[in-house]
């Protein structure tokens, strides 16, 4: 055996190892021209219920985007009431199978049956207008004369205006309830909430809103004005934001809810201004407030809501904690990041038994 070539067939291995460890770990992508790995397939599960008087077959797991189909089986005597869930769907009389519209997350669809002779089956298909709008419930199969119930859910930052049929306004409760009396598609309208942009400026200066409203999700823009001899103290409100100096503009961050900008001004010469950013951990703990513009020196009031079941813990900055009061006040000297802490409440059960009897634990 040639020792050299044996070597040389070993580091040619190695090599081609760590060339492919490279490209699985590497930040800055490949130099090959290989195609892109496929997108992982999203599998939803669909259970089902079925009441007294028959049955629905097992429950099953689909591919997003894909439907589902179970056959429904009657006792004697019994008929279809109603086959609800998954969004609804279509039945096939003559092999007794209910079809869902595309699945697009885990859901159940129910089976209902009533005593007594088979009625007309009517689909009621229940959509929302748009994708981002909201969802709704309800939709399916109902055998003439029961009463369906259709419930429309907005989206945050959308509110539910209608149900339509045919573009034809039918209701404006979002919870729908009528009788089966015939086919029918029902779509549900929603729209995105629109908040005004509410300004407040204190005694040396004027704000100026660019528009009177903004959408959901977009940001605000107003232009900030000194009177002569006075220069910005503070911006602040609608979550805090950025200020351009070039053009005397503070921008929000998005806005999300009926919010206040207000802005306050100092006689004199004008000092730096820094940014004062509140975060919270995470989203469901709680909400802060005193977030914006600061100029050197001048007081910072920041306020943390807990929300229902949580408490808050502490003000932290790049991980230490400067402060464990839920309303910290402070003077602006840099620009600051700092994150509101929560714990979700904790509860001691305590067990008391009778005689007679004990209680475990």
């Not at 079809?99 to 088979?118: E, H, K, L, N, Q």
Request: with cysteine; net charge negative; glycine share 14%.
């Amino acid at each position: 055996m040639n020792t050299q070539t044996s070597w040389r067939t070993f580091f040619k291995g190695l090599l081609a190892a760590l060339g492919a460890v490279t490209l699985l770990s590497g930040c800055s992508g490949g130099g090959g021209s290989g195609a892109d790995a496929p997108s992982p397939t999203i599998k939803y599960t669909v259970r089902t219920d079925a009441g007294v008087g028959g049955s629905i077959g097992a429950g099953q797991s689909v591919n997003e985007g894909d439907k589902a189909s179970f056959t429904i089986t009657l006792d004697e005597g019994y008929s279809i009431e109603s086959i609800t869930g998954c969004g609804g769907g279509s039945f096939d009389g003559n092999t007794n199978t209910y079809t869902t519209i595309p699945v697009t997350g885990d859901c159940t669809v129910s089976a209902t049956f009533f005593a007594g002779a088979a009625t007309t089956l009517h689909p009621i298909i229940a959509s929302s207008g748009t994708a981002e709008g909201g969802r709704v419930e309800g939709g399916g199969v109902y055998s003439s004369g029961i009463d369906v119930t259709l419930v429309a859910t907005a989206d945050p930052g959308y509110h539910f205006v209608n149900w339509s049929e045919s573009g034809v306004e039918v209701e404006t409760s979002a919870s729908y309830t009528f009788s089966a009396t015939q086919d029918l598609i029902l779509v549900a309208n929603f729209e995105i909430n629109s908040y005004p942009i509410n300004t407040n400026a204190g005694i040396g200066g004027s704000i100026t809103a660019t528009s009177t409203s903004v959408n959901h999700g977009e940001e605000a823009t107003v232009t900030i004005s000194p009177d002569e001899g006075f220069e910005i103290e503070s911006i602040t409100g609608c979550g805090g934001g950025s200020f351009d100096a070039s053009t005397s503009t503070y921008t929000t961050f998005p806005v999300t809810e009926y919010c206040t900008i207000s802005a306050t001004f100092a006689a004199g010469t004008a000092t730096s201004l820094h940014t004062v950013l509140p975060t919270t951990a995470t989203v469901e703990g709680g909400s802060v407030e005193g977030g914006g513009i600061y100029s050197t020196g001048s007081s910072v009031t920041l306020s943390a809501i807990a929300s229902n079941g949580y408490h808050f813990v502490n003000w932290c900055e790049n991980g230490t904690e400067v402060s464990s009061s839920a309303e910290y006040t402070f003077s602006a000297m840099a620009d600051y990041t700092l994150v509101a802490n929560f714990a979700i409440n904790t509860y001691t059960i305590v067990a008391n038994a009778g005689p007679g009897g004990t209680i475990d634990p």
